[in-house]
Structure formats: structure tokens, C-alpha cells
């Protein structure tokens, strides 16, 4: 069966070929990729793949986080986030964990009711703890415990699926330019001030951090309309390179401006008075 849906959507030789791959163990997926990459013998496969995904959505019902995709296989129901954080995420996020504690015990003290998290830059790859640090699902964890929100915003279709795969209903996740989008979403007549932003959405070269840093600037101009007192700033990997990585501008004009420094190390955060 299958065989011949890929037969009729690829023509017979590329199916064979797709085929092959598919029965070689760890055969390298740069090479699955192009063997089902369209051809003009098979214009037909974006319409096909497309109405199969349009047709396995779900319908309705609430979203629940999936563990297991991240890597966390048998945890407690209902673990309160704290405890969660301390048993499940924290031994997982190398340099980053000293960062990330200091944040949640911040926003634990946060006067909102039903904080806002708005983020740049997505969870990538599922259960890459150390490399990408997982952090849109430890947000999407700390929104269901507070009856809160995070945003998550990222130009990469790939990753922003991969997030949306692993948090809950109590994350949205956008794919577009997070300028863009920031900009959008300040000026709305109901936006909010956001408790928590953080911003990851540009990979820092470490010889010349110049263009990551510019985009990160970028966005906290963007994102400033929703930025008030007590708001928390934080920009990942300010220790990569030198001049503070993705952060170098951005500590410049907080400096400036004498933000109280929240936390300085891979991470740095800022929050604003």
C-alpha cells in the first residue's frame, strides 16, 4: 500500500529509490531528504503531504505537554513546577542551569496573576537540554502552574513545530520574524506588560557577534511598548565570543539606563525599573 501511494505521487523510480532508504538502518537523512525531494516527474507531493497533515489534526480538545518528547519519560502528575524544576529540568541544563534558576524564583515573586512570557526563538531539538536548553517547554511548564502564558516566536517552521509538538495549550507558538511580530503585537489595544522576555532567536557567531547582537537590540525595541517596571530581560549565550555574545548591545543600553542586574553568566538578565 505503501508502496503504491508513493508510486503515485513520485513515480515509480523515485519510489523505489524512497523505498530503499527507508529499509537501511541509519541511513543519514540528507539523503532521505533528497529522495523525496519533488521532482518534475512528481509535482503532485507538496498537495498530498499537505492534505494528509490538514487531514491528521485534531479536531478540538486541549493541548497537554508531552514529556516524553523532551525526553522525560515517567514523571509525577501535577508535580508543582519548583519541584519540577529542581528534579526534572535543572541537572539537564548544564550552563545554563544557574541562569534559568534565577529566573523562575524571580518570576515566582512577580505581582501578575496570569504571567506573560514572550519568548524568541524556539525549542529546536527535542530533548537537546545542554545545546538548545529546552527552554519554550520549561516556560510552558511555568505557565500551567500559574495559570499564565508564553509566547514563542520563530522564523523556522521546523522548530516552531517541534515546540508546539512538546507544550500545552498554555503556549502559542508563531512562525514569523520576531521584529515583525513584536512590533505587531505591542501595538495591539489590549497588549499587556510581559513579565518575561527572552530572547534566543538568532544563532551568535563567536568571531563576529555584531549581527546577532544588532537583532536581539532589534527586538527589545520592539518588544519595549510591553516592557514596564519589573519586567524581566534575557538574552541567551552572552558568555559566546566576546563583547557579550547576542547580549553586547543590550547590556550597553542597560548599563546605560541602570537596570538592576538579575543574573550574569552564559545567560544574562536585566529587570527593568
Avoid at 50 to 67: M, P, Q, T, V, Y
Avoid at 154 to 170: H, K, P, V
Avoid at 185 to 200: C, E, G, P, W
Wanted: proline share 5%; aromatic share 10%; hydrophobic share 40%.
Amino acid at each position: 500500500m505503501v508502496r503504491n501511494f508513493l508510486s503515485r505521487v513520485l513515480g515509480d523510480a523515485t519510489a523505489a529509490n524512497l523505498m530503499s532508504h527507508l529499509r537501511k538502518e541509519g541511513d543519514p537523512p540528507i539523503r532521505f531528504n533528497r529522495a523525496i525531494r519533488p521532482t518534475p516527474r512528481a509535482p503532485g507531493i507538496d498537495t498530498q503531504l499537505k492534505r494528509f497533515e490538514a487531514l491528521n489534526i485534531s479536531k478540538s480538545g486541549r493541548i497537554e505537554a508531552d514529556f516524553a518528547y523532551v525526553g522525560l519519560d515517567s514523571v509525577p502528575a501535577n508535580l508543582p513546577f519548583s519541584e519540577l524544576f529542581e528534579t526534572q529540568f535543572a541537572h539537564r541544563l548544564g550552563q545554563r542551569e544557574d541562569g534559568f534558576r534565577r529566573l523562575f524564583e524571580r518570576l515566582n515573586k512577580q505581582p501578575s496573576d496570569h504571567p506573560l512570557i514572550l519568548e524568541t526563538g524556539c525549542l529546536r531539538l527535542p530533548g537537546n537540554w545542554q545545546g538548545d536548553g529546552q527552554s519554550t517547554f520549561m516556560f510552558d511548564a511555568f505557565a500551567r502552574s500559574t495559570d499564565g502564558m508564553c509566547v514563542s516566536v520563530d522564523i523556522n517552521f521546523q522548530s516552531a513545530s517541534s515546540a508546539r509538538r512538546a507544550c500545552s495549550s498554555y503556549t502559542s507558538v508563531v512562525v514569523n520574524d520576531s521584529v515583525s511580530f513584536i512590533n505587531s503585537l505591542a501595538h495591539l489595544s489590549f497588549a499587556k506588560q510581559i513579565d518575561l522576555l527572552y530572547l534566543d532567536s538568532f544563532d551568535v557567531d563567536p568571531v563576529a557577534p555584531l549581527p546577532a547582537a544588532i537583532h536581539h537590540i532589534k527586538e527589545l525595541l520592539a518588544a519595549w511598548p510591553m516592557v514596564g517596571p519589573g519586567t524581566i530581560v534575557c538574552v541567551d549565550d552572552f558568555l559566546v565570543g566576546e563583547d557579550g555574545g547576542k547580549a553586547g548591545i543590550i547590556d550597553d543600553f542597560f548599563g546605560n539606563i541602570a537596570a538592576e542586574v538579575l543574573y550574569s553568566g552564559y545567560q544574562k538578565a536585566w529587570i527593568v525599573s
